[in-house]
């Protein structure tokens, strides 16, 4: 087990780290305690009656009981089953119903609330753990706090003790290790089964791939741990010795990070887009002699970074020690002002990243990976290596997964972090996979002559126009994401003449345009229906859509007032649009572009 392994090797040195909301303290424990606490937590569940393969569920923003609820259940044998924070009590009670669970895990009162309505509906459920000191429901005996959950196990008896250690040692790779149930943009959700083995092999292509990432890092937690990609990627951190702050508040990372200063960090593209849109903020207010600095330095930047240092090339000495001084003088501030520390590497994926920004922050020093992956796949399929990457590519498949292209271009992967299949779905997994054994993956690319792979669209998100030319939107909406003053895209097009886009704007950035151009306005509402505003984003999109065919260019777009949301079903719990809700949701809206 590797709180155990990693206990005896690291001691009292930390593993992970957080701090309360409205706390200024950071809390720190030890590998040392960690190891306790998940002895403790296996034992509470041995006393709880959890069986073999049993599944536990666990809905929760991020919080250090997650790491010590799952390792406690590979201790037992159990099977940790992640529910999104963000989860209707529909998406719960489905995902409690169809694995069964007896136990729930619950973060905040949210998570609790929503728990305890969907135990009427939920026959199996019978227990329910509150990591946070939430308000009980009157009558409620079902609710253990998971401090009282730790000190039940801590006063377990020397037998109960000794069949944790037979569970333990009996454990196998076949076991589940999880189900990650995919959010998905259509239809209901399915469980992706991931037994040990995947985590095993996912642990080994990662340390192989990546082995400058040491003991002496520090990564943290941003994304949902119930995310693949959050999970894999801490997994892998605890499994390299690397420190883990675990942020509790999605929105406090700006705070977290200046205080942190991660080496490693996951994130999606759109973190990355708006750090890149502050700072070409930044730079458009400098002074003519900063911003001529600037430029200088990102073109010494991306000759050292691009040129040399991505294709294993030595710099000469002239351009290194320009590099240096830019480095100090320049990208040193910059990165701190983002809050990052010495930048090792931080992965990104779940959407496309544009090649713009890519190469702006490798210019800029910060070793930004792209990767491709699924949760069919243990995540990574693919990622950057460390020299000879391609931008614009999703970068070579991993040690040991095989990638091949299949029908309709699609991107087919086998290996040994594969799923076993659906969860409850045999219909469904035999359809996930072709007869030799290859999965689809949904996503359509190819693969270039360096043999990395190139993603151009995700094939149930391909739309053709009535003139018979195919749209993949998620380029275009990629592109757009570039704008400081463009949040979120939903490109439309499908059997229509031309392409249109329903557009969300960056608010605070559009207001404070607003007030600089003197144009009058009352409320978002208002904002957004100003002819100056549209004028202004379409000079915006029209720029930014240089390179792309004119069938493929936005002809009309229309500007709404409200973000998509994940309470409102726009948004899947991994952020990607729900095509067909937007499309039934702002049927006036599109047809009122197509007039």
């Not at 040692?169 to 995947?198: V, W």
């Not at 520090?218 to 942020?247: D, M, Q």
């Not at 614009?392 to 990638?403: A, D, E, H, L």
């Not at 029209?542 to 936005?554: C, M, T, V, Y």
Request: include cysteine.
């Amino acid at each position: 087990m590797l709180p155990a392994r990693q206990a005896l090797k690291y001691g009292d040195r930390e593993v992970y780290s957080f701090r309360e909301e409205g706390s200024a303290q950071i809390q720190s424990t030890s590998w040392r305690q960690f190891n306790e606490l998940v002895d403790k937590a296996a034992q509470a569940l041995e006393i709880l009656g959890v069986k073999v393969q049993e599944n536990i569920a666990i809905f929760s923003p991020n919080r250090p009981g997650i790491l010590i609820t799952d390792f406690a259940c590979y201790a037992v044998r159990a099977v940790p089953v992640a529910i999104y924070a963000t989860s209707s009590k529909e998406q719960v009670e489905y995902i409690l119903n169809d694995t069964k669970a007896r136990i729930i895990a619950v973060g905040d009162q949210k998570q609790y609330d929503i728990a305890r309505a969907a135990y009427a509906n939920c026959p199996h459920l019978k227990r329910i753990l509150a990591y946070t000191h939430v308000q009980l429901e009157a009558g409620d005996n079902t609710t253990m706090f998971f401090d009282d959950f730790l000190a039940l196990g801590a006063a377990a008896s020397e037998q109960c003790r000794a069949e944790v250690d037979r569970r333990r040692r009996e454990s196998t790779p076949d076991d589940i290790a999880t189900l990650i149930y995919t959010s998905g943009t259509t239809g209901e959700p399915k469980g992706a089964i991931l037994p040990h083995s995947c985590f095993n092999a996912a642990m080994e292509i990662h340390r192989e791939r990546l082995p400058y990432v040491t003991d002496q890092d520090k990564s943290v937690a941003f994304l949902p741990l119930s995310h693949v990609f959050e999970k894999g990627w801490t997994y892998f951190c605890l499994f390299t010795g690397v420190r883990v702050f675990i942020n509790l508040n999605p929105k406090e990372i700006q705070d977290i990070l200046p205080l942190i200063k991660p080496t490693a960090m996951c994130s999606v593209p759109r973190f990355w887009e708006k750090v890149y849109q502050a700072v070409q903020e930044k730079i458009g207010k400098m002074s003519r002699f900063q911003r001529m600095m600037v430029a200088r330095a990102l073109r010494i930047g991306r000759k050292r970074n691009l040129e040399y240092e991505r294709r294993g090339r030595k710099a000469p000495w002239w351009l290194e020690r320009q590099w240096k001084f830019y480095d100090k003088r320049v990208f040193s501030l910059l990165r701190a002002a983002i809050g990052i520390g010495r930048p090792v590497i931080f992965p990104t994926a779940g959407a496309p990243l544009s090649a713009t920004i890519t190469e702006f922050l490798h210019s800029c020093g910060i070793n930004i990976v792209i990767g491709y992956g699924l949760s069919e796949t243990t995540a990574s399929v693919s990622c950057f290596p460390l020299t000879g990457y391609e931008i614009g590519t999703v970068g070579q498949p991993m040690p040991r997964v095989q990638v091949k292209i299949g029908k309709e271009n699609e991107i087919l992967v086998k290996g040994p972090t594969v799923m076993r299949g659906y969860y409850n779905k045999p219909k469904e997994t035999r359809e996930a996979f072709t007869r030799e054994g290859w999965f689809h993956t949904g996503d359509a690319g190819f693969i270039d002559s360096t043999g990395a792979i190139v993603l151009t669209e995700r094939i149930k998100d391909l739309f053709k126009t009535s003139n018979g030319k195919y749209i993949a939107p998620q380029a275009i909406e990629s592109r757009l994401g570039e704008d400081k003053y463009i949040e979120q895209v939903a490109v439309i097009g499908d059997k229509r003449k031309y392409v249109t886009a329903i557009i969300i704007p960056a608010f605070e950035a559009l207001k404070a345009y607003a007030r600089r151009k003197g144009i009058q306005f009352d409320n978002v509402d208002q904002l957004v229906k100003k002819p100056e505003i549209k004028e202004m984003i379409e000079h915006r999109i029209d720029r930014l859509q240089n390179g792309f065919a004119s069938f493929e260019k936005i002809k009309r777009f229309t500007l709404l007032p409200k973000e998509f949301t994940m309470e409102a079903g726009e948004l899947t719990n991994t952020l990607k649009i729900r095509r067909p809700v937007i499309a039934a949701r702002y049927a006036a809206e599109i047809e009122n572009m197509y007039a």
